[in-house]
């Protein structure tokens, strides 16, 4: 059986040494580079099944390592930050990142995010790969694309699959735990306030008004629902 390829993109080495001992241990190919730069490198030269980012690095920093690496490419990202604000944490989130995991951690629990991110990710290839178009809304998952009106609208990978899921149930309330469970993780630790900054954004990409939504609505104390074919042709 092919062994998982984990890009460990840390410079401090009393971490990453035994981070990368560990990681071989349970299985997985580990390759280790202590700069954004040689990590972006190493990516480009042998792509890897999911990218362990520290935020701070000697040359480049963590978040525009992020930001690079999605532009290039869907692989799982988790964050590794010493930092503990939420706010930090969300930035890193709509950069495009899966997930995030603060220092100090367990080497069992990073572990389990891994494969977590990496079965969301698989489970989220299987799914049907149709275009769906919902009024002037029209999301390509084979190009990893969206438009209004025939005009391009840019979405972070999150923001696509958010976006996809309301869309594939336009006109149905789906619950802030369904959201939650689909688009990041059942066991999702981080706060559940990305959803409402990730809704918040994709209704400023559609030009939606927060006050009277014409495309995304909240329901109150339930979750968010994406308008209907009849709602959107009237």
Known sequence: MKRRRVLLIEDEESISAP???????EGWDTHVSATGEG?????????????????MLPDIDGRDVCRILRAESSVPIIMLTARGLETDRVVGLELGADD?????????????????????????GERR?????????????RTWSVTKGGNAIEATRREFELLRLLMENSGTVLTREQLMEEVWDPNWFGPTKTLDVHVSTLRRKLGDDPAAPRYIHTVRGVGFRFASHEELSE
């Open 19 to 25: 981070l990368a001992e560990a990681l071989e241990r």
């Open 39 to 55: 990590g972006l490198d190493a990516a480009r030269e042998r792509p890897p099944d999911i990218v362990l980012l520290d935020l």
């Open 100 to 124: 995030y995991v603060v220092k100090p951690f367990g080497i069992a629990e990073l572990i389990a995010r891994m494969r977590a991110v990496l079965r969301r990710t698989v489970s989220r």
């Open 129 to 141: 790969a149709d275009e769906i178009v919902v009024g002037d809304i029209a999301l390509d998952p």
